[in-house]
């Protein structure tokens, strides 16, 4: 079955830009989406078909998909961007949803 | 305003059977994707099934096939997730989710705690 793996955590600096990444096998060749999910809520979708932002999402957030790696672009951080962030795939080969293991960000 | 509103927390027994459910609005149930996503307690996200209430369509993840039953009442708008023999290992959050595509979930619901202890 298909295999989405994240690092499971990143720290950077309030301001500053944070990269989360995605891998999987021919990535590049899937649909990737974002979620983030902050303490005691249901995720938010982020980011949705690699780089589309759903409305309401801020500019900041933004991402891309090629190779073997998806990633999720968090410019000017905000201690209000601290969440967890979940990739995920629809896999068309064994038709099922697949997420990531999650990466926590922190903000320092 | 596109709303999934789920049912209460649930204290059950292992052995014991359980439904819950997840009431959609402000949006075509009928020509949406419904499904459900496990959280255990400090873990990450588990994809359990979805449907498309227009034409009953299941798709089931093979980790839960056997275990659960989605199904939905396109009559009331409502998407279920039903247990016949509950184990203490089913103890988690339950979040259903709506997709107007299969491919990703643009809204979820509050999430259902499910707490399954003798």
Known sequence: ?108 | EVQLVQSGAEVKKPGESLKISCKGSGYSFTKSWIGWVRQMPGKGLEWMGIIYPGDSDTRISPSFQGQVTISADKSISTAYLQWSSLKASDTAMYCCVMGTTLDYFDYWGQGTLVTVSS
């Open chain 1, 1 to 108: 079955s298909y295999v989405l793996t994240q690092a499971p955590s990143v720290s950077v600096a309030p301001g500053q830009t944070a990269r989360i990444s995605c891998g999987g096998n021919n990535i590049g060749s899937k649909s990737v989406h974002w979620y983030q999910q902050k303490p005691g809520q249901a995720p938010v979708l982020v980011v949705c078909a690699d780089s589309d932002r759903p409305s309401g999402i801020p500019e900041r957030f933004s991402g891309s998909n090629s190779g073997s790696t998806a990633t999720l672009t968090i410019s000017r951080v905000e201690a209000g961007d601290e969440a967890d962030y979940y990739c995920q795939v629809w896999d068309t080969n064994s038709d099922r949803c697949v997420f990531g293991g999650g990466t926590k960000l922190t903000v320092l």
